[in-house]
């Protein structure tokens, strides 16, 4: 691939192998973070903060178009407890996995980063959810098994390292179709003491 004499199907060949490289590199990473999970030391996080810092830096990184990314948190003051760079970690993959599927295809993709307490629990949660076209009923029920993917260049591990991070943080991590169209991800945190209710 170094060569400056490289004939456009030799050059087309390098770029497969180097693509496929990568591909089995990402999965080696992603089975040895399974094999040696981090341990997490959660911590008390104001959503609110977190998620407008959050929302910058993913739209620098050129992931995503700057104000087509929304935040809201109700009320203002919530506070999950997590480990926040595992929450980076969950977030980013959620925000980047919606990008991929559909935001570079359709016009008008959004994403909505909303913070609130769940109904009738102490629980803070935060939904992160997109306008796209949404997962089709028969995979969603197959969306965190390891190694199931949709795409053909996804390992199938995404989701489920998120949920089991999430896992490890005392949160829990569910999928559902969002009300208007698009997808849900849901962030379950603990109660405010870090302890986890029903």
Known sequence: AESSNLDEDDFRLTEIIRTH???VSHISDNVLQLSRPGASSPQHIHLQDWLHDF???FTRSGLYSAGHISVSVEPAGLEAYMDPSQL???VWNLCQNATCHAGREQ???RLELKGSRREGSRRPQLDIIDNGT?????MADKIF???FTTRSNGTGLGLYIAREICESNQASLTYFAAPKGGSCFRITFPDSEGLSVA
């Open 88 to 90: 980076h970690q969950v």
């Open 134 to 138: 949404g997962i089709e009923p028969d």
């Open 55 to 57: 929302a910058e830096e």
């Open 145 to 147: 098994e390891p190694f």
């Open 21 to 23: 490289a990568e591909r």
């Open 107 to 109: 016009a008008g993709f």
